[in-house]
């Protein structure tokens, strides 16, 4: 099983089609700043189940919340766009809370930095898929080995 993270598409959706054509993933995951892309991608994909929380960018009028639970088969994953947590000064809190809170992964964006570490907990951040200055996207995979994480870059055509 398969599921990819998108984070700070900021108006851009090329990238995250790209990716869903090349991985084939069986969930979608967008963490904010802009959900409306999400609902892009899910109108050129609409077999494709997608959960969406919203960034900052995304302003009071999104029905998304700022922070959702969702399962991936028995494994509990905590999204949120990071800004609550203070991610830009580093992931200390964010790692913190998702420890107590008994979670397999914590993923978040914001930053635009891609991260995928393993500490107590998996922290992924997929970085931006806008391209700017590169388009990166998350990958979680559960397979008979276990629950693991990675980053992917999209090379620009």
Known sequence: ??????????GSIDYMRQAVEAEGPDRVLHLGDMVRDG???????????????????????SDEPEEKEVFFQDRRIWMLHGH??????????VTSEARARG?????????????????GVWVLNP???????????????????????????IKRN
């Open 103 to 119: 979670v397999d992964v914590v993923v978040f964006g914001h930053t635009h930095q891609p991260l995928c570490d393993w500490d």
């Open 1 to 10: 099983m398969k599921w990819l993270v998108f984070s700070d598409s900021h």
């Open 39 to 61: 609902g892009k991608l899910q109108a050129i994909f609409p077999q494709l189940p997608m959960e969406q929380v919203r960034g900052n960018c995304d302003g009071w009028g």
């Open 127 to 153: 970085g931006t898929v806008s391209g700017m200055p590169r388009a990166t996207y998350g990958v979680i995979e559960l397979t008979e080995k276990g629950l693991s994480c990675r980053i992917e870059e």
């Open 84 to 93: 609550t947590y203070h991610v830009k000064y580093g992931t200390g809190m």
